[in-house]
């Protein structure tokens, strides 16, 4: 499933790949050492790798937040925040009122904030609901 996005690959490969990037953001390993641990799998352009590297970690990073937002009693929104390209992908979902919160502001649950665009090194932080400041 992660891989889909950025390499049309033989399912066999493609798992190796979701599998070797799976235990790395889980480990926190660093961009350089995933690259190095997807090569061994998958031998591709280091760029072709780094993309998929920093596309599926800040994905899952992103994910995560999501998932935590949705369990919480205090999180009311994810505030999008774009990436330090200011691509047009996260500067524009940035800028977009969706629900009436404020630019930016989406509620736990919309995938949308996961994977604005490849490579986006967007972040989220939660919007708390006042009543707990
Ligand atoms: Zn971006």
């Given at each position: 499933m992660?891989?889909?996005?950025?390499?049309?690959l033989?399912?066999?490969?493609?798992?190796?790949?979701?599998?070797?990037?799976?235990?790395?953001?889980?480990?926190?390993?660093?961009?350089?050492?995933?690259?190095?641990?997807?090569?061994r799998?998958h031998?591709?352009?280091?760029?072709?790798?780094e993309?998929?590297v920093?596309?599926?970690?800040?994905?899952?990073y992103?994910?995560a937040?999501?998932?935590?937002?949705?369990?919480?009693?205090?999180?009311t929104?994810?505030?999008?925040?774009?990436?330090?390209?200011?691509?047009k992908?996260?500067?524009?979902?940035?800028?977009?009122?969706?629900?009436?919160?404020?630019?930016?502001?989406?509620?736990?649950?919309?995938?949308?904030?996961?994977?604005?665009?490849?490579?986006c090194?967007?972040?989220?932080t939660?919007?708390?609901?006042?009543?707990?400041?």
């Open positions: 992660l891989s889909d996005r950025v390499w049309r033989a399912g066999d490969e493609r798992d190796k790949i979701a599998s070797v990037l799976r235990t790395d953001i889980l480990r926190g390993e660093s961009v350089g050492t995933m690259i190095r641990n997807v090569r799998v031998d591709n352009d280091t760029w072709k790798i993309r998929l920093v596309t599926e970690g800040n994905t899952a992103r994910a937040a999501d998932f935590n937002a949705k369990a919480s009693e205090v999180v929104g994810l505030r999008l925040h774009p990436g330090i390209k200011r691509s992908g996260c500067v524009d979902l940035a800028n977009e009122d969706r629900y009436g919160l404020g630019k930016g502001v989406f509620l736990p649950g919309d995938s949308d904030v996961y994977n604005p665009h490849p490579n090194t967007s972040y989220v939660y919007e708390i609901d006042s009543r707990w400041l």
